[in-house]
Every structure is written in C-alpha cells, then in structure tokens.
C-alpha cells in the first residue's frame, strides 16, 4: 500500500470518528419524551410523589456522582419531587428491561409510575425543570 492511501485511509477514519464523537455530544443529555410505560414498582419503589426522578447509574461511571447531587438538590429544592438511584452494577436485569444503555440515565416519572421524560447522559437543568412542569401537581388517577 502506497503511503499516499494508508494517509487517505488514516484521514478517513479520523473523520469519521470527529462525526460520530459531534452527534454523540450533541445528543448526549437532551430531553426525550417519555414513552408512557410503567416501570414496575418491584424494580423501582415509588412513593406516591408527584414526580420522581430515577437515575439509572454504575459504580464506576464517572459523571453519576454529579448527576446524583444535581437530582438531589432539583428534588429537595421543588414540592412533590423525589429522587431514587438505581445502581445497574447490582441490578443488571433492570438496564435491558428498561433500555438502559448508557449511565447516567435518567427517568422522570409520573406518580403512577408512567415514563414522562427520558435523559441519556447528563441531563441539563433547565430541561428537568421543564420536564417536571410537564406533571400537574395534583393528577387524577387512571
């Protein structure tokens, strides 16, 4: 192979490698809308708030710890809000059940357990707050 191709292959793959790693930023921590299944309340107990924020995490993932004390203070900051971790190392049957591919990720639910919102990867702020004015503070039941 000629040093001008193995150059031309090398630049490629660098490309395509900056393309990918630019939609993964891009995508990373944005809010999605929920798909309005119900986890099951044997895998995640609920306590009947409003909303609850679910962080699906690992013991070794490094941005959880952030993650953690951001859902922390957001819950104890607003009424009706809780915050419960999931520690995948010790329940990995939950991360296929609930598609979990990535840790952080983050659920907001409803009071009856409905998947409202769905983060992969550090979630903004801004867009959990927005993602919890989405629930009514006093919500009928179905």
Known sequence: MSPT????IVAALLLATIAVG????????????????????????LS?????????????C????????????LASALDGV?????DLTHRPDLASRYHVLQTPTTFVLDRDGRV?????????????VTAL??????????
């Open 82 to 86: 809780e915050h419960i971790e999931v």
């Open 48 to 60: 009947g708030s409003r909303a609850t924020l679910v962080q699906f995490s690992t013991e070794i």
């Open 116 to 128: 409202r919102s769905r983060f992969n990867g550090v979630p903004r702020r801004h867009d959990l």
């Open 22 to 45: 630019v939609v993964w930023r891009l995508r990373d921590g944005r809010l999605r809308a929920g798909d309005g299944s119900r986890v099951d309340p044997a895998d995640i107990p």
């Open 133 to 142: 004015a989405t629930i009514p503070a006093t919500e009928e039941r179905r």
């Open 62 to 73: 490094a941005r959880c710890p952030h993650v953690r004390r951001m859902l922390s203070h």
């Open 5 to 8: 191709a193995a150059l031309a």
